[in-house]
């Protein structure tokens, strides 16, 4: 095989997050009625049903009585939703008292929590109203202006490109821990490298950066040792905070949080001592630009339109873009990207060459070289097309299939002309005195299936390396019997 | 998860003053109890997911009012306001819901609001325009699946049969799966309806199980009610009653006489019709000896059509 | 716009003056022609409201035979893919609304090519038989490439034929005919004004549709027996002209009477173990509507009893019916400025609580009984589908 190692970037999706977190840490996730809200959406179909069934009843449910729930033709998803709501301990197999058959329960915190979200009761827990009116609030285009800046910055930093934007300390580690990039030095300097998890990455659409990047996040956070909990917490009502309606223009500003009161949540969970955690995950959150806050001392934020994508990714809809596409791929292999951002150059630049720059346009051309180039760099055919086809412009959206058949064959060919090569270790039997002898042992390898490649003239054969001894015991053999 | 469909659920809650003031007077159930029950069980249908629609109608003996949505507000103004968490949402469904229903129970009924039965067809028929409209605003983006459930009190009116038939047909026409919960009496039309369109029929027992019922069948959406939840396995042990009432004395007959004007059922022959007043003809005996007497006279009428022209 | 289904006297299209279709649209102040398109829209919707008028006596109970022309002019490609094709697909919807409307009423399918006339199916009130046999007619014309519809039809051949059956239902039914024609020539064995004459004599009412054009013996048919003509202009037009039958005729023609039916309660299988046959379509099942009167089994409703010859319907059947005879009375129309002048409060429809003042139309439709105003949208709803008015229920005006 090619040496190249295929690195696959893998997004997990929130539930498949859940899953991998310890029983104790998601019992006091569920201490927060928002967070149960979001974990009771997540959950399959049935699964909620099953949920809002047993939730005003404080008896344990037999798994007998769970499975007499679904039909027959239902049984897959019936096992699919018993193993989701283990999986993430809303239920827990309890074995019922005095009798050998075993039970679920539901979990005493997230019945009790979904409990009060429904019924009401407990604090309010975002609330601005004692703040007054902000004096400097913002409206969506100025916060989506930011949230591209801030993003697209982090994105040059992992391109490499020359305007290199400040980018603290925090998130260059995240970047070389998560497997971006790739850190060297060389004469005393230190310099980033990206790598083809990396590349893979520039290729994903903006919501499935901005989630694969957040739970990259939260397993560096873990890794420092810091408590999930308040961070899942604040990440979950940021998302929920924009759950509602997702496009309405006056729901964004309306969320805005005092230091107060979260100080003042955090004050209900004394396990974890310092409330400047959640304090810095937003600063570093307003670095990626997925929060907006006026000043390091604001007492107020905004969440951008990036956090409404990861809410977005978790309800498994496809996230509207912070922009409309730019591209127009045509069938000669030319590629206009209407655009001014220097990132999208770099990201183009990637794959294509580019011809001509213009103010609003630049001509690329999609060439053999370009292509395998960016595919030793570990970026695959498909990666390329699906990025072609995400940002694509409005007009070229028009056309079924989007991206034209022959330039989507020609891509995929170039890339498949790296693996032309196939490596296969054999051994090479040459110097044969005779013709015949020759002959006869090529003929033995055939037979066996063992020849790989044979030069009658030069007499010259390579047999693959398992069926070398059998060859080679052969040989001695025949050689002995013609010598005798 | 669960595909692009948008769920509408139109709940209809029958406060007929007079069931309930005599129930609570015997001390058997009160309906703020009820009404509790009821807001938790919308709750838990907002919880389940964010694109739900909700609308409630409270069906009073002659009239029916939205509690929800708020009706003097325009919606697209009030969504904005909850729409910063759920939390909220919820509560301002609620406060909306219940300020309303204060309202409606403060206002007092005057003596002709006494009536014994149900104003039940009317809200449906509130309903379904609201699930219209509704639809109609979505249909370019999706397909909605639409439900309206009834909680019913008081007796059946059966000077309503008519409109709840068009109702009942309309529903089915527009694919709304209707649903009951009958608190008193069994009600023979809406039987006839939740089993044309498709709905579940429960009653329910005692008022302390009013919640679970709630949740346990009325929660699921009805396709996933037909594929793969189980919900009772007494529920096709009734059969439903699709006898005709006749139209002189109200009494349930299994032969009967159609007048083949109108469509009036009678239980016994009468010679004219109590409807549209078309007189019949006794017997067939008469009725041939007379068309033959009428086919000359028919036959001559062209004629003089063709000497006028 | 559609000359063909007035009357005579009107000239042809042709005839008339040079009409300046595009004059209805106008743009307004900004260039835009969204005002006048949501007017013409609101327009559209209005024209559906007034094709609905009350009728004094309806005939219900309805016997009609469909007479199918299968020659050789339905291979025409004119409608996609061919004539015949589109006219069974059509049908087939149609058979579908027909029995939604008529719940009471029975339909029986005739075809005519080669010169014969045939029955495709019996006369009869369940839908399925119906659209069994079309799509099997349909299968069997793409089977063949369309090599079954063959030679000219005939007009009296089918028309006796349905007669034969017509003349013997009870005279309080209505009997009709419905003719779709392709060719444009007949070949009948003797002169066919005679079998007009007689058909006019039992009754029958007899309407033509021609998918080619107008001719002279159809329009003669259609007059004289008090039924509908007219030629279709594209495949919409036709569905048009079809759904025009789907509603009630004036029943003035027929005889009215008492008729005796029964209403079998249904027996859910398991309350009633055995296994029994049902008598009209001879399968072996468990549980179905027992005959009040004689106790023979039927899967089915409405049916007539085989035994005892009761007609059979459950109460929703006939309930059916009712808006028929009960319409909902128009609406009255008037702007909302003149509503609130005359002391109207409500802002929003009744039944939707779509806000009155703002959106596209500026009137508010007020029930007569009631003095309830709704939109629009929901004055066409409850007239096309509702059939009532909730607030008359509300306020317990209804009939």
């Known amino acids: 095989m090619n040496g190249i190692e295929r690195v696959k970037l893998e997004c997990k999706s929130l539930h498949q997050y859940l899953c991998t977190l310890p029983q104790a840490l998601l019992e006091s996730l569920y201490e927060h009625p928002a967070t149960c809200t979001v974990v009771f959406r997540e959950l399959p179909q049935l699964a909620k049903y099953y949920v809002m069934r047993v939730l005003f009843v404080d008896k344990p449910i037999t798994k007998v009585a769970v499975t007499s729930w679904a039909t027959n033709e239902a049984r897959s998803e019936h096992t699919e939703a018993v193993a989701a709501l283990c999986d993430l301990h809303v239920w827990n197999e309890v074995i019922l008292p005095g009798g050998v058959s075993s039970a679920y329960s539901l979990s005493f915190t997230f019945r009790k929590n979904l409990q009060k979200t429904l019924i009401g009761g407990g604090e309010s827990w975002s609330s601005t109203a004692h703040l007054g009116p902000d004096k400097h609030a913002k409206d969506v285009a100025e916060l989506d202006k930011y949230a591209t800046e801030r993003w697209e910055a982090l994105l040059h930093f992992l391109v490499g490109s020359a305007s290199n934007s400040a980018i603290s300390q925090d998130l260059q580690d995240l970047l070389v821990q998560s497997g971006l990039i790739r850190v060297g030095e060389e004469d005393g300097r230190r310099y980033t490298n990206i790598t083809a998890k990396g590349f893979q990455f520039l290729l994903l659409d903006s919501g499935s950066q901005v989630w694969f990047f957040v739970l990259e996040y939260l397993n560096w956070v873990r890794d420092r040792g810091m408590n999930l909990v308040p961070i899942l917490r604040f990440i979950f009502e940021l998302s929920f905070s924009s759950v509602g309606k997702v496009s309405k223009v006056c729901s964004l500003p309306n969320v805005t949080w005092s230091q107060s009161t979260k100080a003042k949540f955090l004050q209900d969970l004394p396990t974890d001592g310092k409330d400047d955690r959640v304090l810095q995950c937003l600063q570093h959150f307003r670095e990626m630009g997925l929060v907006m806050q006026r000043k390091r001392t604001s007492r107020r934020f905004y969440p951008t339109r990036l956090v409404i994508n990861i809410a977005s990714r978790m309800q498994n809809s496809s996230s509207s873009a912070l922009s409309t596409g730019f591209i127009i791929a045509e069938t000669n292999y030319r590629i206009y990207a209407y655009t001014n951002s220097e990132l999208q150059y770099a990201i183009l630049a990637l794959f294509c060459e580019m011809l001509y720059r213009f103010p609003n346009v630049c001509v690329l051309q999609l060439t053999r070289e370009s292509v395998q180039t960016a595919v030793v760099n570990g970026i695959t055919a498909d990666q390329i097309l699906h990025f072609i086809r995400a940002n694509a412009h409005p007009d070229m959206l028009k056309n079924d299939p989007v991206i034209a058949p022959t330039l989507a064959d020609q891509v995929r060919l170039w890339a498949m002309e790296r693996d032309r090569l196939t490596f296969q270790e054999g051994v090479l039997y040459n110097q044969f005195l005779a013709q015949h002898d020759f002959e006869v042992l090529r003929n033995y390898a055939r037979e066996l299936g063992a020849l790989v490649w044979e030069n009658a003239a030069k007499r010259n054969m390579i047999v693959t390396k398992d069926a070398h001894d059998q060859v080679k015991r052969y040989w001695k053999r025949y050689k002995k019997e013609s010598g005798t | ?309 | 716009m559609l000359i063909m289904d007035e009357d005579n006297e009107k000239a042809y299209r042709w005839e008339g003056d040079y009409e300046k279709t595009w004059e209805a649209l106008r743009e307004d102040d900004s260039g835009s022609l969204q005002a006048s398109i949501d007017a013409e829209i609101n327009k559209a919707k209005k024209r559906r409201l007034l094709k609905k008028q009350r009728k004094v006596r309806l005939g219900m109970m309805r016997h009609i035979f469909i007479v199918l022309d299968m020659s050789q002019a339905m291979t025409d490609q004119d409608l996609k893919p061919n004539r015949a094709l589109v006219v069974l697909k059509v049908l087939q919807k149609f058979v579908e609304n027909f029995f939604d409307q008529n719940p009471i009423g029975q339909l029986g399918f005739i075809i005519t090519r080669a010169k014969r006339a045939e029955s495709l199916s019996e006369m009869s009130g369940t839908s399925q038989s119906h659209i069994k046999s079309l799509m099997k007619l349909s299968s069997e014309i793409t089977a063949t490439n369309a090599k079954s519809c063959t030679g000219e039809p005939s007009l009296q051949n089918s028309l006796e034929l349905a007669e034969k059956t017509l003349k013997n239902m009870p005279s309080h039914t209505s009997r009709e005919v419905v003719v779709i024609m392709g060719s444009l020539t007949s070949c009948d064995p003797s002169p066919i004004y005679d079998t007009i004459e007689h058909i006019k004599m039992q009754k029958i009412r007899c309407s033509v549709i021609g998918l080619s054009a107008e001719v002279h013996i159809c329009r003669h048919l259609a007059n004289e027996t008090g039924g509908t003509f007219g030629v279709i202009l594209d495949q919409t037009h036709f569905v048009d002209l079809l759904n025009d039958h789907i509603d009630p005729p004036s029943g003035m023609a027929t005889d009215s009477s008492l008729i005796k039916m029964g209403f079998p309660q249904h027996i859910p299988p398991h309350e009633n173990g055995k296994v029994s046959m049902c008598m009209s379509t001879k399968q072996f099942s468990v549980g179905g509507y027992y005959c009040p009167q004689c106790q023979s089994k039927y899967s089915e409703l409405p049916v007539q009893c085989e035994v005892c010859s009761l007609t059979l319907v459950s109460a929703p059947h006939l309930a059916r019916s009712y808006h028929h005879l009960f319409p909902l009375p128009q609406f009255s129309e008037i702007q909302y400025a003149r509503y609130v002048h005359q002391g109207g409060r409500e802002q929003n429809c009744f039944s939707c609580l779509k806000n009155l003042q703002k959106g596209s139309e500026s009137s508010v439709h007020q029930c007569n009984k009631c003095k309830t105003i709704f939109c629009l949208d929901c004055n066409v709803f409850m007239h096309v589908t509702l059939h009532c008015c909730p607030g008359c229920i509300n306020s317990r005006c209804e009939i």
């Open chain 2, 1 to 309: 998860m669960d595909p692009g469909e948008q769920q509408v659920l139109v709940v209809i809650f029958d406060v007929s003053p007079v069931w309930w003031g005599l129930k609570s007077l015997q001390g058997q159930a009160h309906i703020t109890k009820f009404f509790d029950s009821l807001i938790i069980f919308m709750n838990s249908y907002l919880m389940l997911h964010s694109d739900n629609k909700l609308a409630v109608i409270a069906s009073h003996s002659t009239k029916s009012i939205f509690l929800y949505p708020p009706p003097q507000a325009g919606n697209e103004q009030n969504s904005s306001e909850y729409g910063d968490c759920r939390d909220k949402h919820f509560a301002v469904v609620d406060n909306a819901i219940i300020s309303s229903f204060k309202t409606l129970m403060s206002d007092g009924c005057e003596e002709k609001d006494m009536r014994s039965d149900s104003l039940i067809a009317g809200s449906m028929a509130n309903a379904l325009c609201y699930i219209h409209r509704i639809t109609q605003e979505l249909e370019s983006r999706e397909r909605a699946s639409s439900r309206i459930l009834v909680v019913k009190a008081a007796d059946d009116a059966a000077s309503q049969y008519m409109s709840f038939m068009n109702v009942i047909f309309a529903a089915q026409k527009e694919h709304v799966v209707v649903d009951s919960c009958v608190l008193g009496q069994d009600s023979g039309l809406l039987q006839q309806a939740c089993d044309m369109t498709g709905g579940l029929y429960l009653k329910v027992p005692s008022q302390y199980a009013f919640l679970q019922y709630l949740l346990t069948a009325f929660l699921t959406e009805p396709e996933l009610r037909k594929d793969s939840l189980v919900l009772s396995r007494t529920k096709s042990l009734h059969s439903v009653d699709y006898r005709a009432a006749c139209f002189c004395h109200r009494c349930l007959v299994e032969v009967g006489f159609v007048c083949s004007v109108c469509l009036s059922i009678f239980c016994q022959f009468s010679p004219i019709c109590s409807t549209c007043e078309t007189v019949f003809r006794p017997s067939s005996l008469v009725l041939k000896s007379r068309k033959k007497r009428k086919v000359p006279s028919r036959s001559s009428s062209p004629c003089t059509d063709a000497s006028i022209k």
